[in-house]
């Protein structure tokens, strides 16, 4: 084997103990960043690690670096593309049945490796444990479903008058490239790589540099799941150069990214050139409509647990509540209320409620949409400013009054910020709800049905919810309105995006 290449090697995969007295939580918590995996290219079954780093990871808790992240060259890519390529007629003639019972294997290794792999999260990420653990969770519920779903996706027969039967068929669309970002780094990596394999495709994923170890632990359990070389290859490197190498390839056949709303378009204006289908999960800014007759101090207690979850960085998290006159004065206090009595702390650390955010480009644009509010004349009814001298901390932030100019009603905050503004009526709110270019979550409440079904069904949102914050999971689809994305992930659907239809037209007589 090559120098500079292998595996992430058993050690890096062992479960670990729990330790109790604070020496021992010492150890524990040194051992943690102590035991960071490398991070590799992997191309045609090789782990690389003897690249140029192109990114140096970071704890987002007390901003030390955890290990570099090796970047792809030329070569690299065009290795990549290759092995995509010959995996990808290797992978499509795999009985479905074989591919289903990888994706369960898949799915059981990462139940295994399940601290392991949360552990890796929090560290890079910043998200509490038990937070990273649910994403591991979750995130084997996309193979559990995938293995199912792949088997039930049937062709169909269409009868003519004529002597002809037309066959129509569902066939893999071919090699795939998979972006995928840093907030859920083993969620929205197991959906793509899962809908891949799934319908038969090979699939070549850069996943954000920030959460790179994440990706490696992933990619590792299918591996050791039995699958074939070529197949899936991790790649790193600017942004900017892997996309433009990867959707410019002949090789690719479809593109697939969960990002920010000016990334897709980017990507998607690539892959027009060549002619190329996407799949896009983009950004949100999702509305909350509470109506008159709600407990408001019982939606603030929801509100506060779903809005400062992960730190609010998540794409269906709540962040414009616009909320009935009515209710309004008892819903801002108890939302700031249970905000401000949120713990805030390291990952790691026992009873914490909120870690970091990942990044100090999120602490910056989260105190210029405060700054810009309170500018405009919100109040600030809790948090508004940085915690700590070290980490990327913001405190749970709830702002009330906030006009609807105010840059936090029309820029996703992705962060830990809640924009209050009382409403008139209903109608007032689904106006304002509706009128940004973006629509993927919203959430209603209100004990009137009929009000419930009215608004949910004028809501230009891929997903509402009503009377809680819940988002779909594998078995209903996912995706966006308007510039919020294309296409759907999960449910029915969730290989859609992946196979292509064929029809044969078949002459059922001799010649």
Not at 346 to 365: K, S, T
Request: charged letters at 20%; aromatic letters at 6%.
């Amino acid at each position: 084997m090559p120098a500079g290449e292998g595996g992430l090697g058993a050690a890096d995969l062992r479960p670990r103990q729990t330790l109790t007295n604070q020496d021992d939580k010492m150890t524990q918590d040194t051992e943690r960043r102590q035991s960071y995996p490398q991070v590799g290219l992997l191309i045609d079954g090789t782990w690389i690690y003897d690249r140029p780093a192109c990114h140096h990871v970071e704890n987002p808790s007390d901003e030390s670096l955890l290990g570099p992240v090796p970047g792809a060259t030329p070569e690299d890519l065009a290795r990549a593309l290759t092995a995509a390529r010959k995996g990808f007629e290797t992978w499509r003639r795999v009985p479905m049945a074989e591919r289903a019972a990888l994706l369960r294997r898949t799915a059981a290794l990462m139940h295994e490796r399940i601290e392991e792999i949360a552990t890796v999260i929090t560290l890079e990420q910043g998200k509490t444990l038990p937070d990273a653990r649910n994403e591991v969770r979750r995130s084997s519920t996309f193979l559990e479903w995938d293995a199912e779903q792949l088997q039930r996706s049937y062709g169909r027969i269409v009868h003519t008058d004529g002597p002809l039967d037309q066959l129509v068929v569902r066939e893999p669309i071919g090699p795939v490239a998979a972006f995928t970002p840093w907030n859920v780094p083993l969620s929205a990596p197991s959906r793509k790589i899962s809908g891949s394999l799934a319908a038969g495709c090979s699939v070549i994923i850069k996943p954000a540099e920030e959460t790179p170890a994440t990706a490696c632990l992933f990619a590792r359990c299918f591996i050791d799941a039995g699958l074939p070389e070529g197949v899936l290859q991790v790649v790193f490197g600017d942004p900017a150069q892997v996309s433009e190498t990867l959707i410019l390839s002949p090789v690719i056949r479809m593109i697939t990214l969960t990002g920010s709303v000016g990334v897709g378009k980017t990507l998607t204006g690539l892959a027009a050139r060549g002619m190329k289908p996407v799949l896009m999960e983009l950004g949100g800014h999702a509305p909350v409509l509470i109506g008159p007759d709600v407990d408001p101090a019982g939606v603030a207690a929801m509100a506060s647990a779903a809005k400062f979850r992960m730190a609010g960085q998540l794409c269906v998290s709540p962040s414009r509540f616009l909320v009935h006159r009515d209710v309004y004065e008892p819903f801002v206090t108890e939302f700031a209320r249970g905000a401000d009595a949120l713990r805030q702390g390291d990952g790691f650390a026992e009873g914490i409620d909120m870690g970091p955010l990942a990044n100090g480009r999120r602490v910056e644009a989260i105190s210029a949409l405060v700054e810009d509010a309170r500018d405009r004349g919100a109040r600030i009814a809790a948090g508004g400013k940085r915690v700590g001298n070290k980490g990327h901390f913001y405190a749970p932030t709830v702002l009330a009054d906030v006009p609807l100019e105010a840059d936090a009603m029309h820029v996703e905050p992705f962060g830990p910020l809640a924009a209050c503004v009382p409403v008139a009526d209903m109608d007032a709110a689904l106006s304002i709800a509706n009128s940004l270019e973006v629509g993927l979550a919203g959430y209603i409440f209100t004990n009137d049905f009929a009000e419930a079904d009215r608004l949910a069904a004028a809501l230009e949102c891929g997903s509402v919810a009503v009377n809680n914050f819940g988002s779909p999971g594998a078995d209903a689809p996912f995706g966006g309105y308007k510039e919020s994305g294309i296409g759907r992930e999960g449910g029915m659907e969730s290989l859609d995006s992946y196979t292509i239809s064929k029809t044969i037209m078949r002459r059922a007589a001799r010649v």
